[in-house]
């Protein structure tokens, strides 16, 4: 039998980080509490090399209609549908 040693986990360049504020492609409600699908922001809460965890902070739905109670969505890092948060404009200091 081989002996096998290993000394660390093996590095991993993960798109997205713990924390990272982003934007889903998803279904989920206007100001008007209209049901929408666009671009939503809201924070990964899990990361791992085949999925990503958004948590968002209004509702959002799951494709056939279905309300996620947690506002959790998962999509893969590399997907269309999830990108970094454009930053947004700020005011400038008077």
């Not at 039998?1 to 889903?24: C, I, K, N």
């Not at 902070?57 to 279905?66: A, I, K, M």
Request: hydrophobic share 35%; aromatic share 8%.
């Amino acid at each position: 039998m081989v002996d096998l040693r290993f000394t660390s986990a093996p590095d991993r360049d993960d798109l997205y980080q713990v924390g990272d504020r982003v934007e889903v492609y998803c279904d989920h409600e206007n100001d008007k509490k209209e049901r929408v699908r666009g671009w939503m922001e809201g924070v990964v809460v899990q990361v791992d090399p085949k999925i990503v965890a958004v948590q968002f902070t209004e509702p959002v739905y799951l494709t056939d209609g279905w309300m996620v109670p947690d506002h959790v969505l998962w999509c893969p890092p590399n997907s269309s549908q999830i990108r970094a948060a454009r930053k947004g404009k700020r005011r400038p200091r008077s």
